[in-house]
Structures are given as C-alpha cells and as structure tokens.
Nanobody, 114 residues
Framework: QVQVVESGGGLVHPGGSLRLSCRAAPPVFQIATMAWYRQAPGKQRELVATIRADTTTKSVESVQGRFAISRDNDKKMLYLQMNDLKPEDTAIYYC????????WGEGTQVTVSS
C-alpha cells in the first residue's frame, strides 16, 4: 500500500534550486509531524527537516538558510524548497514521519553537479 510518493528531483548546477513534493495518502497526515530525509551514496539516511501540524519547522544545520519545509494539509502535500544547492546535497530524498514508521517511498533523486 503506497503511503507517500516523492517527486521533483533532478540534475541542477551548484547554486541552483529545486522544489521537492511529497504526496501522502494517510488521512492522519493533517495532524502528523512530517519529515524530509536524504540518503547520499554510501551513507546512512539522515533526517533533513521536520514540520509539525502547526507548521513549526526544524532543520539540520547543514541546510539552514537554504532549505525550507512546508505543507498543505488540505492537499496532503509536503514540500521542500531547496536553494543554493551544493554538491554535498546530492542524494535520494524521501518523506516520512520523524519516526520513519510509514512505508518508505521510492524517493526522488537530487544531483548537484557542474
């Protein structure tokens, strides 16, 4: 049973921008804290940013000032606006709850390269 579908990734030059989207199926999305994760080649999956139902956000230091997480509860959509992208942002990006207890989607590939 598909619970999340990520999209919006692609190839971008350093300094570029992308907006990732995540479509969620579970009705509880509207009250759930949601998160974006990423997994770079050869590395463990890391939590990048979270957003509570009240839209309070947190993010890891490496993306602060560059990435912004947002949500549309009516559409059950989660977003990640990524600006000033760096090669080290290259990864597969996933959405899930902070506990990672929903079924993982396939993710969306973000490649930052000149």
């Amino acid at each position: 049973q598909v619970q999340v579908v990520e999209s919006g990734g692609g190839l971008v030059h350093p300094g570029g921008s992308l907006r990732l989207s995540c479509r969620a199926a579970p009705p509880v999305f509207q009250i759930a804290t949601m998160a974006w994760y990423r997994q770079a080649p050869g590395k463990q999956r890391e939590l990048v940013a979270t957003i509570r139902a009240d839209t309070t956000t947190k993010s890891v230091e490496s993306v602060q000032g560059r990435f912004a997480i947002s949500r549309d509860n009516d559409k059950k959509m989660l977003y990640l606006q990524m600006n000033d992208l760096k090669p080290e942002d290259t990864a597969i990006y996933y959405c899930n709850t902070p506990a990672g207890n929903w079924r993982w989607g396939e993710g969306t590939q973000v490649t930052v390269s000149s």
